[in-house]
């Protein structure tokens, strides 16, 4: 019950995925970091995806809403 008032919904990522993820930030940000972390990065991928499919990436559904914010902690200590 508590996590169904916290979330509004989960999605599933692929190992490929989450490769994809860890070579973007590799490439474009020069960051190293594990791989789960990187599944956070990987999951706005594939909602932003899902969005361009749709033709409403960039869209607000009115002019009050505020803009999606997304935070991901990204951390190296697993990586050997």
Do not use: F, M
């Not at 999605?11 to 190293?32: C, F, G, Q, Y």
């Amino acid at each position: 019950p508590i996590v169904k008032e916290c979330i509004d919904g989960a999605i599933v990522i692929t190992l490929k995925e989450t490769a994809d993820a860890l070579k973007l930030l590799i490439e474009s940000n020069h960051l190293i970091c594990e791989g789960a972390s990187a599944t956070a990065i990987a999951a706005s991928l594939w909602h932003y995806r899902n969005l361009l499919e749709n033709g409403q990436a960039g869209r607000r559904r009115n002019l009050k809403q505020e803009p999606v914010k997304i935070v991901a902690i990204l951390t190296g200590a697993g990586i050997d």
